[in-house]
């Protein structure tokens, strides 16, 4: 499923109050051990400022990343864990919430039942498909595999329609590869060729664990890497996706039979439960009729072969040890370098806030959420709000006209903290320990499908919440033109009650600017105040906002990363943006707060340095090569030390701030510096 949300793609955990701005710290919210004070601000400010924390923490084998909200990552599911044993501990009535989680987790900890059964629990799924006698019967076959999440050929969700944000629609986007991006099935470099041939291994691996022959493994991964190859090679880049009036085109039901007339639509909808539907967005033209030439051209059995080998990808994670094992040397080792897969119940705790995510959370915040905090971090978020407003009132290459449909964007924001007002219900959900950990898991897809689907043609919730309070990120919405954080990004570093206002606006004050930003870069920007795509710039301006944009795109594509790969600022451009407002708004908000009063220094940092080091805290963090070069294709987010040393050389109070001149090599030229919000 995708959605235009933007991320800050955080993690962290527990809630704790917020700071009183007028008050000594009690504890320093910088750490002086985090820096290494050998390295020059000015020459490697990532490095100077988060050093000392690299150092101290080692790439654990379990990840391909780890940084220090990685660090709360850790520290939040040993508390969620916690929720989850207590939950089956208790037990409670069958049918109740804590009995659904407590069934839930046992299931998928039971590793000697897991292992006896090994691919017992898939047999039948693979034999109706391995049954399909004609190509006729692969559209009914199709409406079962969506409704249990799995998505052959393309992706599909109900939501808000992007032209008239107030009712849901259907959409339906390019998909149906697996090997993580399009690139790697087109490109001819090292890495690419590798991927493939480690995916080929899986594929076969899987067959054969599943009881196919080896034969028929060989003949099964040809058959997947011809499809999704096609797929691929059909396929919008990961650039073009990024623009969201190019993958908008509503059609109707005829137009969508004569795009893709192998499938048969209105069957396919009717199946899954989308009654009376008469059009829909198609994301991705090309890709969707493709999928007709796929059908029509390939033999039955090797489309049979596409079919089984989604059921087992996805299945994996949910059978015997063989079969996880298996796909991590895949998708764990050969393309992010983790040396080892994650615990298991760090595993089951995931499954669990998937499946059970706003039962979970209900619990995580009468736990760790004081309502206090909620208060405050409104308070917090107006500042901000506020500072935004000044910077577009006082912008010089923005028209009055623009300005004014900005500011009105920009007070219809809806701001969510925390977690919901209206908690879902699972009472829907059946939870059985006599069936297999993926029965149950397949269950559990068709009523996340249900509920789902139950949303067509109807309004868009604005009440809805796209993330658990558990989730340690934020995002942005353009549909309903909101910023929301979950309860558990709220917590050092992001946010530390104890610690010096400048701390805390460098850190979770530029993540709400971050948040703000996303509503004006070069996506959220093309969505008016009411969640719709509109262009409500003047052509002047956008014109101008197109020539500020590509001086940040092209100073990131100047960027190396690793050896000779330059980072992607076509890719990363609209985060790149919201990092720079996000960095620009805080320091405003800040300063409003302090107003001409210069705070004192604290273990010889200026407020000025404390803030930036905040900022620069929240991305500490370690990398594997191999991490580098998958996240740089893949990920619209920068890499954590150029979400730092990238984005501050734009910023001029971190000059003054640092001393640094035209001497240092992060110095750029204050006419060449990026000033968008």
């Known amino acids: 499923m995708k959605r235009n949300l933007f991320y800050l793609t955080v993690i962290s955990t527990m809630i704790l109050s917020a700071c009183n701005e007028n008050r000594k710290a009690e504890v320093p919210g910088i750490s002086l051990t985090n820096l290494d004070t050998t390295a020059i601000p000015g020459d490697d400010f990532y490095q100077y400022a988060d050093g000392g924390w690299m150092a101290a923490h080692p790439l654990p084998a379990e990840h391909s990343r780890f940084g220090a909200f990685d660090e709360l990552d ?14 089956a501990k208790n037990g409670g009535e069958q049918g109740s919430v804590s009995r659904k989680i407590g069934d839930l987790y046992a299931l998928a900890m039971d590793s000697d039942r897991l292992n006896s059964e090994k691919s017992v629990p898939v047999a039948s799924y693979l034999e109706k498909l391995n049954g399909i006698d004609g190509k006729d019967a692969i559209t009914p076959m199709l409406a079962i595999m969506l409704r249990d999440g799995i998505a052959p050929f393309f992706s599909h969700y109900v939501y808000a329609d992007d032209m008239n944000s107030s009712v849901n629609i259907l959409h339906i986007n390019q998909g149906g590869y697996g090997m993580g991006d399009r690139d790697y099935y087109l490109s001819d470099d090292e890495r690419s060729q590798t991927l493939r041939s480690k995916y080929i291994e899986l594929i076969e691996r899987l067959f054969t664990l599943a009881g196919y022959t080896a034969e028929d493994g060989r003949n099964a991964s040809a058959a997947v890497m011809k499809i999704e190859t096609q797929l691929a090679k059909i396929a919008s880049s990961r650039v073009e996706l990024r623009d969201p009036v190019a993958n908008y085109h509503k059609i109707t039901l005829e137009e969508l039979n004569k795009l893709s007339p192998a499938i048969d639509w209105a069957n396919l909808f009717e199946t899954i439960g989308i009654h009376g539907l008469t059009d829909l967005n198609v994301g991705q033209l090309a890709p969707i009729a493709e999928v007709t030439a796929i059908i029509r051209n390939y033999p039955l059995q090797d489309v049979k072969y596409y079919l089984c080998w989604n059921v087992l990808n996805t299945a994996s994670a949910y059978l015997s040890d063989d079969f996880s094992d298996a796909s991590f040397e895949y998708y764990g080792k050969a393309l992010s370098g983790k040396e080892a897969q994650r615990e298991r119940w760090k595993r089951a705790v995931d499954v669990i806030d998937g499946c059970l995510g706003e039962a979970v959370g209900q619990i995580y915040v009468d736990k760790y959420f004081p309502p206090a905090a909620k208060e405050k971090m409104l308070d917090l978020v107006k500042n901000l709000q506020t500072a935004l407003g000044e910077r577009i009132e006082n912008l010089s290459w923005m028209g009055e006209e623009t300005k004014n449909r900005a500011l009105d964007k920009l007070a219809n924001f809806r701001v969510k903290i925390g977690y919901p007002d209206k908690w879902r219900d699972y009472s829907g959900l059946t939870i059985d320990r006599t069936n297999s950990y993926w029965e149950n898991i397949l269950r559990s897809n068709n009523f996340d499908y249900d509920y789902m689907i139950g949303k067509f043609n109807a309004p868009v919730d604005k009440d809805e919440w796209l993330m658990t309070p558990q989730t340690v990120n934020a995002y942005y919405n353009p549909a309903t033109n909101e910023i929301c954080f979950p309860a558990a990004i709220l917590q050092p570093p ?40 509109s262009e409500w710039w003047t052509p002047e301006d956008a014109k101008l906002f197109k020539e500020k944009a590509q001086v940040l795109t092209d100073y990131f594509n100047n960027i190396i990363v690793l050896d000779t790969v330059h980072a992607n600022g076509e890719l990363t451009l609209g985060e790149n943006i919201a990092d720079q407002g996000g960095l620009q708004v805080s320091w405003q908000a800040y300063q409003n707060t302090i107003k001409s009063a210069t705070p004192a220094a604290i273990d010889g940092l200026t407020d000025a340095q404390r803030f930036f080091l905040a900022y620069a805290t929240v991305w500490a963090g370690n990398i594997r090569d191999t991490e580098i070069l998958r996240r740089t294709k893949i990920d619209p987010h920068s890499l954590g030390k150029w979400r730092v040393n990238g984005a501050l050389p734009h910023i001029d109070a971190w000059y003054d701030a640092f001393g640094v001149t035209p001497e240092n090599k992060l110095f750029v030229p204050k006419d060449r510096r990026v000033a968008i919000w």
């Open 74 to 87: 850790e520290q939040s599911k040993k508390q969620v864990r916690g929720l989850i044993e207590d939950a």
């Open 494 to 533: 992001f946010f530390n009650p104890t610690a010096d206002a400048a701390v805390n606006y460098g850190a979770i004050g530029v993540v709400i600017g971050h948040e703000m930003t996303h509503g004006f870069d070069d996506q959220g920007r093309k969505y008016d105040k009411d969640g719709n795509l």
